[in-house]
């Protein structure tokens, strides 16, 4: 039986959103397909403290790490820092910031590998799809890294000075950061 185009309960929590798995799961409960007694919460798409947008679960971390811990951090949980790559996915994480009241934000977009060349770590994916960057930037200011003062930003920022635009940051200078993983 094919319900909303999902072929088995499993599959729905992948290739359907949560009123769509809702819906399939009662419409199953109707025809008697399953029987459920004191299930509070059936599925879920997302780990806890894990938000949903679109096939990924994106996490807001209260921590204030460097981008490389950050990183790390994530590869803990088999995810990633943010990789975004549309203007509604630009909107929904901003709306997200603003209401934990989080001013900037590691992202995943580094040219510290690649020739300067903006990519998606560890993806690889060049920035160049969608960009969303604060105008005159990004720019390599000097003076935030005490090591190296010529290459000085080459991590990206979600900041809030910047109304929330993309920012080139030195690494090692401590944010909130956001990770997603594919979802469920």
């Known amino acids: 039986m094919v319900i909303n185009k999902c072929y088995t309960l499993c599959h729905c929590a992948i290739l359907c959103n949560r009123s769509q798995v809702t819906e399939v799961f009662v419409k199953m409960m109707k025809l008697g397909l399953i029987l459920v007694i004191g299930l509070p919460y059936v599925f879920s798409i997302c780990d806890e403290g894990w938000t949903q947008f679109n096939d990924y679960c994106l996490a807001f971390s209260p921590d204030l790490l460097d981008w490389y811990t950050a990183a790390s951090m994530c590869l803990l949980y088999d995810a990633r820092l943010v990789q975004i790559d549309s203007q509604a996915k630009q909107n929904w994480i901003v709306d997200h910031l603003k209401a934990r009241k989080i001013t900037s934000a590691w992202a995943g977009g580094s040219n510290r590998y690649h020739n300067s060349i903006w990519k998606w770590i560890p993806s690889l994916k060049p920035l160049k799809n969608f960009e969303y960057w604060t105008p005159k930037e ?41 990770c997603e993983k594919k979802a469920k």
């Open 138 to 178: 990004p720019n390599n200011a000097p003076g935030e890294n005490p090591t190296n003062p010529v290459n000085a930003e080459q991590c990206l920022e979600i900041g809030g000075p910047q109304n929330y635009h993309w920012n080139d940051r030195w690494c090692g200078i401590k944010h909130n950061f956001i």
